[in-house]
């Protein structure tokens, strides 16, 4: 398992030097000039200039690119060019925030969606059945970004439950903190949720079906137990193997949501910085997330080989 940790973590670095030349080079295609954005609408084509000369902006392409991966191999992901801050502090700083609503969707997003799964299918083709992949559907086929309107109408603006922006710190204030991201996350779950639910649905059909089971039941044993201890520990494999996939989603998704909800997170920076062509907060901050993404399918990898011992990663 060793050997296979080592391997994999060596498989990261072609990968990020892939997903750094992409976020580079977009950027350099992306219409709009920096330079306008720093100096402002008023100035003139001299001070823009200037600023062109001293951010190396006229620099021709091969070499800008290789001054970033010169600063990169040393640690540094350059100085964003409006807040005049390094990167590395301004993208760690956000990423508790996003990370917190991230993992507060996950767990909507494995609870339900798997207790969906597992009831659809002990009722195969009830109503049960067709109510959960009903709601499932609906989940699935809702964008994340109209739902989080909807739900700021009904529930911080006619009902007023909740918050319908803002941010709490969860080491501060934690009940503050559910309050302030429990729109957002749901509305990130909701999507994912339906998929989970499906996936499991469909696992845990196929499980019941074995003979295992089929053996487990004829011993006597109560159905909560046949379940529980026999069944779901092979419906979490396939359910282990997305946990990777559906984060990323969540992660990713959270550019809009935090937009929406004026959350001070990676996602809001990201968004921000693109609309106003801070190259090396785009780029450093695609960096840092891939980074962080790839570490956790490597997490992901090792729990599947937990749930699955029949799982050989070579010799070690």
């Given at each position: 398992?060793?050997?296979?940790?080592?391997?994999?973590?060596?498989?990261?670095?072609?990968?990020?030097?892939?997903?750094?030349?992409?976020?580079?080079?977009?950027?350099?295609?992306?219409?709009?000039?920096?330079?306008?954005?720093?100096?402002?609408?008023?100035?003139?084509?001299?001070?823009?200039?200037?600023?062109?000369?001293?951010?190396?902006?006229?620099?021709?392409?091969?070499?800008?690119?290789?001054?970033?991966?010169?600063?990169?191999?040393?640690?540094?992901?350059?100085?964003?060019?409006?807040?005049?801050?390094?990167?590395?502090?301004?993208t760690v700083e956000r990423l508790p925030v996003s990370l917190s609503i991230a993992f507060y969707a996950l767990v909507l997003t494995l609870i339900f969606g798997i207790?969906?799964?597992?009831?659809?299918?002990?009722?195969?083709?009830?109503?049960?059945?067709?109510?959960?992949?009903?709601?499932?559907?609906?989940?699935?086929?809702?964008?994340?970004?109209?739902?989080?309107?909807?739900?700021?109408?009904?529930f911080a603006v006619e009902l007023g439950w909740l918050p319908s922006a803002g941010y709490v710190d969860y080491r501060v204030d934690f009940v503050g903190w559910l309050?302030?991201?429990?729109?957002?996350?749901?509305?990130?779950?909701?999507?994912?949720?339906?998929?989970?639910?499906?996936?499991?649905?469909?696992?845990?059909?196929?499980?019941?079906?074995?003979?295992?089971?089929?053996?487990?039941?004829?011993?006597?044993?109560?159905?909560?137990?046949?379940?529980?201890?026999?069944?779901?520990?092979?419906?979490?494999?396939?359910?282990?193997?997305?946990?990777?996939?559906?984060?990323?989603?969540?992660?990713?998704?959270?550019?809009?949501?935090?937009?929406?909800?004026?959350?001070?997170?990676?996602?809001?920076?990201?968004?921000?910085?693109?609309?106003?062509?801070?190259?090396?907060?785009?780029?450093?901050?695609?960096?840092?997330?891939?980074?962080?993404?790839?570490?956790?399918?490597?997490?992901?990898?090792?729990?599947?080989?937990?749930?699955?011992?029949?799982?050989?990663?070579?010799?070690?």
């Amino acid at each position: 398992m060793i050997a296979y940790i080592i391997r994999r973590l060596l498989y990261v670095i072609p990968v990020l030097f892939v997903v750094s030349l992409i976020s580079f080079s977009l950027m350099q295609l992306v219409p709009g000039d920096p330079a306008i954005v720093i100096a402002g609408t008023g100035a003139s084509p001299a001070e823009v200039a200037l600023i062109r000369e001293q951010l190396g902006l006229n620099e021709p392409f091969h070499v800008q690119l290789l001054s970033w991966y010169a600063n990169l191999f040393r640690g540094d992901l350059g100085t964003s060019l409006l807040l005049g801050r390094d990167v590395i502090e301004v993208t760690v700083e956000r990423l508790p925030v996003s990370l917190s609503i991230a993992f507060y969707a996950l767990v909507l997003t494995l609870i339900f969606g798997i207790i969906m799964g597992i009831i659809a299918a002990l009722r195969q083709n009830s109503w049960v059945d067709q109510a959960v992949m009903t709601v499932a559907l609906i989940g699935v086929s809702l964008p994340n970004f109209w739902l989080a309107l909807i739900l700021i109408v009904l529930f911080a603006v006619e009902l007023g439950w909740l918050p319908s922006a803002g941010y709490v710190d969860y080491r501060v204030d934690f009940v503050g903190w559910l309050r302030a991201t429990t729109l957002p996350a749901v509305s990130l779950a909701m999507l994912q949720m339906g998929l989970l639910a499906r996936i499991t649905r469909s696992t845990m059909l196929e499980v019941l079906r074995q003979d295992y089971i089929r053996t487990a039941r004829a011993k006597g044993l109560p159905e909560h137990v046949v379940v529980g201890k026999h069944a779901l520990k092979n419906v979490m494999i396939p359910v282990v193997t997305v946990i990777g996939i559906i984060f990323s989603v969540l992660l990713s998704g959270s550019v809009v949501i935090e937009t929406i909800f004026s959350i001070p997170g990676v996602g809001s920076l990201l968004g921000s910085a693109i609309l106003r062509r801070d190259y090396p907060v785009i780029q450093g901050g695609l960096l840092l997330v891939a980074t962080m993404l790839l570490l956790l399918n490597l997490l992901i990898d090792i729990l599947y080989a937990y749930f699955d011992p029949r799982v050989r990663y070579g010799r070690d």
